[in-house]
């Protein structure tokens, strides 16, 4: 099974304790993540690290989190599907997570703004999922094994 | 991939015990079983060192649209520079 990132899903699995960060840390060979999203991440820490964490601590916790827990996928595998993306979602800096989806075999993106993810034509082409919808998908799936 | 050979130092009556459990288990050799367990035991060791880490970054009360408000925030100051 695989499900695609976005941004939120990433920051919210680094900043909030909960089930999104159980669902990350438990399901290790499933989500995978356009290499913008980890980049974006990473240069708005100044904003989601409220805690003033250092740097380094930081980084080693991305670094473990897209080493074993979500896939990085860098942008030769997508680039050739932003155009049709950008003609799917409105915010540009969502077209990575749209790419990926259309590049590669998956059960949905997993994002907490449904609502930018909800054209009709974008739903036409790839699932959109809530913590919800993945969670019962990753339950089913453990249920199959 | 290159690959390292292993020597172990076991009991005999393990090893017999191992045999007996690895089909069950849905390994065929003593080397597949090995691989598996030391990925399940390396990625037991990161997940431990995440969570340690991720204890230190968790803010508290903070809910999904928060985040979503958040990036919505932080895009929208980029497109202004």
């Given amino acids: 099974m695989t499900i695609v990132v976005d941004t939120n899903v990433m920051i919210a ?97 997993w994002t907490f703004n449904t609502k930018d993810f909800s054209t009709p034509e974008l739903l036409a082409r790839v699932r959109v999922l809530g913590t919800g919808e993945v969670k019962a998908l990753l339950k089913g799936s453990t249920e199959d094994r | 991939m290159t690959e390292t050979q292993v020597l172990f130092r076991v009991e005999k009556e393990l090893l017999e015990a191992l045999d007996k459990i690895l089909s069950r288990q849905g390994f065929r050799t003593r080397n597949e079983w090995f691989r598996a367990q030391l990925r399940k035991a390396l990625e037991e060791t990161s997940r431990q060192r995440l969570s340690g880490l991720l204890e230190g970054l968790t803010v508290k009360g903070v809910r999904e649209q928060d985040i979503v408000e958040m990036v919505r925030e932080w895009r929208s100051k980029k497109d202004r520079r």
């Fill in chain 1, 13 to 109: 699995a680094l900043i909030q304790a909960g089930i999104v960060r159980g669902l990350v840390l438990g399901n290790p060979d499933v989500f995978i993540a356009p290499e913008e999203c980890v980049l974006e991440a990473w240069e708005t820490r100044g904003d989601w690290n409220r805690r003033r964490v250092p740097d380094a601590l930081i980084r080693e916790a991305l670094d473990l989190m897209t080493d074993r827990f979500v896939a990085v996928v860098t942008r030769p595998t997508h680039a050739e599907r932003e155009p049709e993306a950008r003609t799917l979602i409105r915010d540009p800096d969502d077209v990575p997570v749209v790419a990926l989806a259309l590049a590669v075999d998956n059960q949905g993106i």
